[in-house]
DNA sequence: AGTACTATACTGACCGGTCGGTATGTTAAA
DNA sequence: TTTAACATACCGACCGGTCAGTATAGTACT
């Protein structure tokens, strides 16, 4: 993460970047395909030679930062043996990643915003909890083939943990309240009691 | 809950349950002023008569709902005596309504969307998190006093509390594809768990 | 080197539909 | 006859999307 680097000529990736600085400013509803441009320092007909539509730009925008995040969660726990700790570590990394790059989740919030709205939204939202659960489940799985720990369901625990990280995400968007540091702190106990 | 009765020729109420309809089948913004009037059953002009704009309905549904939220919450636990058993029952509270009022859940979700999009909405969001807070850090500071469980850090395990929660309603209005009768029945496991 | 041609990238005026909100008139009950 | 409650017709700002034309740079032929 922390990417999202302009700067081979990419005109897609630099139009993408200007739609996620306005989308977090004024969220996307809010945001005009003329407020792009401008951010982009071209003009709007520019725009639409790259891309067929504003939600298209949108749609870009969620993928790449989907595929940046799964990158990023898989080299974050390659390294490490235990299923325990690799779940501590993804938990500690999404809080890490809210801290460091803020203004990046809260732009991709939007997207929950859109797919309240937005079926074809709420179906990409909707496959991104689907790879979620796979690695998450997966994690349990093999953790539990270890003996390592036990868990009573882990459909429901798996849905649990995922709901408990989204939920802080989304909390931390609304309020930017949080003591994300406080809570990064508590990951490992807090696993530690989920996992015992 | 279940409730949102239109009984009395309360106008606004009707209204309010009106534009709820709207805004579940449609979104917020994809719903017009004429949708909610038509669904409601007069015209526009009516509609502005009550209500002098759209989103002074989307805030009085807001206010509405949170106010029959908690009293719901109160009810529920208040003849409980453990401060454990009061969370436990929380928590499935909030599945239970979230099987039995989807619909209802389905349309305050479009608060989140405009929250994303809209300072003032945000504010109402924040604010319902700190009732939330309170409700949940009292039950956490009586239980610790009461010796029933320690818990390391108060605040940090209410967030999380309440992220989790909220991320299960969030996702399951997305998705629609969650087992909620699993996830309630493995509620007593997991708060066991996590305040042992 | 000069010319012709082409693909890519961009401009900005413009259109057309939508929708929140308003102005004005009507009805029915007290 | 007053007024709460509603209907109808309308306004106008806004914005996504279009399009005819322009600029630039690479290529190919002479």
Redesign the pocket.
């Known amino acids: 993460m922390g990417g999202f680097k302009a700067s081979t000529?990419d005109?897609k990736r630099r139009i993408i970047i200007a739609a996620m600085r306005c989308f977090q400013r004024k969220g996307y509803?809010?945001?005009?395909?003329?407020?792009i441009?401008s951010e982009?320092?071209?003009?709007?007909?520019?725009?639409?030679?790259?891309y067929?539509?504003?939600?298209?730009i949108l749609i870009d925008l969620f993928s790449y930062w989907m595929d940046e995040t799964f990158d990023g969660i898989n080299a974050e726990i390659a390294p490490l043996k235990s299923s325990r700790d690799k779940l501590i570590r993804m938990g500690e990394f999404f809080i890490e990643s809210l801290i460091r790059d803020y203004e990046l989740y809260s732009s991709m919030m939007v997207f929950w915003g859109t797919a309240f709205e937005d079926a074809s939204m709420r179906r990409m939202v909707v496959d991104l909890y689907r790879r979620y659960d796979e690695v998450v489940t997966s994690l349990l799985v093999q953790g539990q083939a270890d003996r390592e720990f036990s868990v009573p369901d882990i459909p429901a625990f798996s849905t649990m943990l995922i709901a408990m990280i989204e939920g802080l995400i989304v909390r931390q968007v609304m309020s930017r309240s949080l003591d994300l540091e406080r809570i990064r702190r508590e990951i490992p106990s807090l696993v530690k009691r989920f996992l015992p």
Do not use: F
């Not at 509803?29 to 407020?35: A, K, L, M, S």
């Open positions: 000529g005109k509803v809010n945001t005009t395909v003329d407020d441009a982009y320092g071209r003009s709007k007909g520019s725009i639409y030679w790259h067929p539509s504003k939600k298209a």
